[in-house]
């Protein structure tokens, strides 16, 4: 299969883009390279998927909509896998208009794309924090996400909405996956696991939000990519039969699903910083600190449907994963 991973530099959208190769898939990633962290990690991280022979990559921006006209036109994509997007809740409090650009507009070209390019799916990245303050655990797919605490989480939930109307009016599949806390070798340096790390190794106190009491579903990188290319083959398979005049939304023979995908584990913040120093084998100096505004509480993810739809089962405990988190780490920045 031909893929467009977008995002292809990012923390997913690289492992994504090497298990596709991996499987024997070509892939086109693209990816605008900004500069929200680190560029020398998107550079790095490209540099592992240049050299093969199936991977191509193309720099561009996915709210450039003559640009993205010309690439659907110019290749047919059997499959996208949309992970581009403005990441960060708190970042989306500083600097708004980023959010739109890339998750709103960006979002409509991928659909526009999608639909002209008559692409066979759709496998898009939403997020848990689409379901806000909720305080009902575990997170179903079937409970309220009308109540955003973030404008992050709101472009989110209007990818969804906007989805939903493009599988409905023109039969374009689409699946939202609403990743839950997404760690793992490569991750992302404006997020907790990196932050600890690289403030304890260099001998810094960590800020711990919302006095420690918080509770993240942290699920590991390799269970979110099996989690993507099971999505992505398994639900394809199954739209072959799709019947385009009985919609029904969200359900198993309908183009447009939603699921989420996490460890339906959570563990609380001051178990995970544990598992990091175990990891490293030191304590952590704390600043205990109120919760951040965008910020919720808790995050569960109930996973019962993507496991009857596709058999996903995370199967990565926090102290193994936060491991190999911090042995790449010491071994990426010598530290
Ligand atoms: P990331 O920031 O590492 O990757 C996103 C990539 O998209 C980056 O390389 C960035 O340069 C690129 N990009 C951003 N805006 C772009 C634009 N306008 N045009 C082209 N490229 C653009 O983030 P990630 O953690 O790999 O996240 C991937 C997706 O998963 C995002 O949509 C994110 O919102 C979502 N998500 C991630 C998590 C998580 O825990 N990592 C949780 C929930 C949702």
Redesign the pocket.
Known sequence: MKVLV??A?????MHTSERLLARGDEVVG?????D??DPRL?EDRLARLTPHPAFRFVK????DRAGMERLFAEEGFDRVIH?????GVRYSLQNPHAYV??NLV?FMNILEGCRHGKVGHLVY?????VYGGNTKMPFSEHDSVDHPVSLYAAT?KANELMAHTYSHLYGLPTTGLR?????GPWG?PD?ALFLFTRAMLEGRPIDVFNHGRMRRDFTYIDDIVEGVLRTLDHVAEADAGFDADRPDPGRSNAPYRVFNIGNHDPVELMAFIEAIETAIGRKAEKNFLPLQDGDVPATYADTAELNAWTGFAPATPVSEGVARFVAWYRAYYGA
Do not use: C, E, W
């Open positions: 977008t995002g530099a990012g923390f997913i959208g693209l990816d605008n390279l900004n929200y962290y998107k561009l921006d996915v709210a992970l581009a997007a403005q990441a650009d890339s960006g990245a939403s997020s848990s924090s989110k990743f839950f806390t997404v760690y992302r997020m």
